[in-house]
């Protein structure tokens, strides 16, 4: 049986993508799954993450990686989803060619949200992306600051764009915590780097209600 694909995709740069790409890679393969990322973001961010895990874990980072772009993205795509059970794609963050590949072939597509208002308009083409290509789409509350009157009022907006089950809000929300990037700095995860945190347990809640919701 095919493995997941999960593509996490948003048009605005610097919305978490990444971050969220990396933790629940190495959270899923900590859980014993077979886990491959493909990094399609022409930044190469999540590439350079998993060179600097590759380096501190001696060679074994855990999990796969692929970096590509243009017309074998389907491809490589597809021969990941057979050989692993967990898939996550870092896309651009533009609708070109490789983030409609890259939504298309998701089984569920999961958009960072920070709540702020360029954030909530930026997300918007993604949602018409995914419901052009008939495709889950999850929306995930990232950088939530602990107290912020601006903060829930947006929260309040992206609930409005929701509509189960077709879209859908996460109830795991994440933090705004220094831990995220302390840990990608070291080629980690929270969830092996800060075990007994609020970041970790947040990742771990997201990363099992993703699981429950892809069955």
Known sequence: MAGKIITIAQQKGGAGKTTLAAHLAVTWARAGRRVAAIDIDPQGSLTRWFETRTKALE???GLGLIQITGWRTQR???RLARENEMVIIDSPPHAETEARIAVRAASLVVVPV???PMDLWATQPTL???RQEKVRLLLVLNRVPPRAKVAETIISMVSAMCAPPEVDLAAARI???NAFSGALFEGRA???SARKTAASEEI???ATEIQLRLG
Do not use: C, H
Request: charged content about 35%; glycine content about 10%.
């Open 204 to 206: 771990e809640a997201l």
């Open 128 to 130: 018409d992306l995914a």
């Open 175 to 177: 933090g705004n915590r």
């Open 114 to 116: 920070q709540p702020s």
């Open 76 to 78: 490589e795509v597809e």
């Open 190 to 192: 929270v969830t092996e």
């Open 59 to 61: 060679g074994r980072p």
